[in-house]
């Protein structure tokens, strides 16, 4: 599955943009501020309805203009194309598939998987755990298909538990709420350890074609609350506790995924280009698992590949890249900064001021 063509009105500086793409390799140059960003934000933008770089929908649209549109038509190998389109006015956001308007943004990523690693993706690892579930849940979300509800089940019940808690509630009350969480809590914790088994085979894969690294890469999945408690009991019993600090404090909603060499987390151990390299190697790991599992590629989009890696470690992994099954779309600053000279199905485009061409 691929976009095939993609037309974009008023996202930041891209004004007017039509183009027609490469289904495996697509290279974007262009200087500091020339709309790279903007292109990769658009496809985005069409895969979920948001964007990487901000909450703020209104700062998107080109300034002065009051509406936005990216559009596009996804083909794959046994599939006819379909259109799709977003388009953003007076503050909303219309998505349209084949025809049909979409009542969620939700359902917009089940045709159009995307994968993007940004200036701000090493996070994952930096950061707070919440970056860390939203990781794990994007790839179980994409294969499991009851996982979203089960996860809205448990934030719904979460939410009037919580807001029992900040009341002066009897426990009685609110055991209908610890039972449903409960139920929700064990799919939830299931779901991602099955996913998980199957994604650290791929993780350590890829990590290892694409760097050199001394010492053993640990993942360890936190579920959020002990190993060995039921999680039901364990709402039961803490129910003082919750209530004095007014929320739940355990449960998948606090799950964590630590990442360690040689028992050092791992981003006080490796160098800024070995930490772009691991995540690199996570999320192509995610995106070889989901080919694998639903059987159709997604969409990788890497913002400004060349920055803090070498030559080798570019040529490297465009070669990596170049094996998935996936359309791959890679912006750089400048072209001499990488040798695509042997990739296969490969366009490359130039932009200027929000101008973008094909470079023949
Ligand atoms: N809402 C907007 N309207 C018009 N231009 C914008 C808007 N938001 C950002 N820009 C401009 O768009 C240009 C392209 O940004 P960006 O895509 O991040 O560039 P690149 O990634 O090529 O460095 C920048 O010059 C930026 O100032
Ligand atoms: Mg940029």
Known sequence: MWLDRLDICNVRNLAEVSLKLSPKFNIVSGANGSGKTSLLESIYLLSCGKSFRTHRFSNIPTQDEIWMGVYAKLSGKDIRSIPIGLEYRDRKNIFKVDGNRLKKASELATYLPVVIIHQESQRVFTQS???????????VFHVERCFLSTWQNF???????????????????????NIEMSDNANLIDTHRRQYLDKFVLLFNHFVNKLLVIDGEIK?????????KEDYLDLLRSSFEKDRIMGYTQRGPHRADILFKINGTPLHEYVSRGQQKLLVCSLYIAQAAL???????????????????????????????????????????????????????????????????????
């Open 129 to 139: 755990p919440k970056y860390r579930r939203a990781f794990l849940d994007w790839g």
């Open 155 to 177: 934030n719904r019940s979460l939410k009037q538990r919580n807001a029992l808690l900040s009341q002066r509630t009897q426990l009685s009350s609110i055991d209908h709420w």
């Open 290 to 360: 989901y080919s694998q599992i639903a059987d159709r590629g997604s969409i990788f989009l890497i913002d400004d590949l060349t920055a803090e890696l070498d030559a080798r470690h570019v040529a490297n992994l465009l070669m990596v890249l170049d094996e998935l099954d996936t359309q791959v779309f890679v912006t750089t600053p400048d072209l001499e900064l990488l040798d695509s000279g042997f990739l296969s199905e490969l366009k490359t485009f130039h932009v200027e001021r929000g101008i973008i061409s094909e470079v023949l």
């Open 219 to 227: 993942v360890d999945y936190r579920r959020g609350w002990p190993e």
